[in-house]
């Protein structure tokens, strides 16, 4: 199984023949990520990305890479949310449970989604904001954010010209998407730039446009604007994804 390494920047990219190919290069990537800094931490601490991107790579992870990590010790956070309740077939939360948590046994302590349960979803935001500064301290320092990409150049609910992408201060917002459901919960830049490391996976060729300008033009797509601070960025793309560049 190999993928094209090539460089743009800081940037890393990474392109597989087949989407299969591309989620098995990531898992093996990630469970090998993981088992190196449990090697010398206490706990791994991973942002999930929603969408149906993952729901293949996660099955993946519990299936096939489930032994290679003490997942007892990994901490799941979400990089965003729809605003719908948990069991909604809309929640990402309801994704990565049925397709990840559940079939790994991670212990629901080590499990922090986005809570949805409150009328006002700018004070389920600041309640998110207080669990991860409680889990955090002053640096939100996620071992590793994993990010998907919408056609448009968004990347988790940071869509283009909504306030939530110009957010510098507060580490959680409230997002608008331009489709249902439209309210969402979403980490800002800030946090995601803070990341040691963040993965960006994409699929299909609707996405290739996208690539292309984030990775070729500068382009101040949402997605062109995670750049950690200190860690790394790799973007997954299959070779459908990777038309352009």
């Given amino acids: 199984m190999a993928t094209v390494e090539r460089r743009y920047g800081r940037r890393v990219l990474r392109i597989a023949d087949t989407t299969d190919e591309l989620f098995r290069a990531v898992a093996s990537a990630l469970v090998s990520r993981v088992a190196e800094s449990l090697a010398h931490q206490e706990a791994f601490r991973l942002a999930l990305s ?50 990840l948590i559940e079939p790994l046994g991670i212990p629901l302590p080590n499990v922090h989604p986005m809570p949805t349960d409150k009328p006002n979803p700018h004070a389920a935001a600041a309640r998110y904001e207080q ?61 995601l730039n803070a990341a040691r490391a963040v993965y960006v996976v994409v699929t299909g060729e609707d996405k290739a446009e996208a690539v292309r300008r984030v990775l070729m033009e500068r382009d101040p797509l949402p997605a062109a604007l995670v750049q950690p601070e200190q860690g790394e960025v790799i973007w997954w793309l299959d070779t459908a994804a990777a038309r352009g560049v």
């Fill in 50 to 99: 929603g969408g149906n991107t993952p729901r293949a790579l996660y099955r993946l992870l519990a299936q096939e890479y489930r032994q290679g990590v003490d997942w007892r010790r990994v901490h799941l956070f979400w990089g965003d949310e729809r605003y719908v309740p948990h069991d909604h077939p809309a929640s990402n939360y309801r994704m990565a449970w049925e397709t």
């Fill in 131 to 191: 669990d991860l500064r409680r889990c955090f301290g002053a640096k939100p320092d996620f071992d590793l954010v994993l990010l998907g990409m919408g056609a448009d150049g968004h990347t988790a609910s940071l869509f283009p010209g909504t306030p939530a992408l110009h957010e510098q201060t507060r580490w959680v917002t409230v997002g608008e998407a331009p489709s249902e459901p439209r309210i969402r919960l979403t980490l800002t830049l800030p946090v």
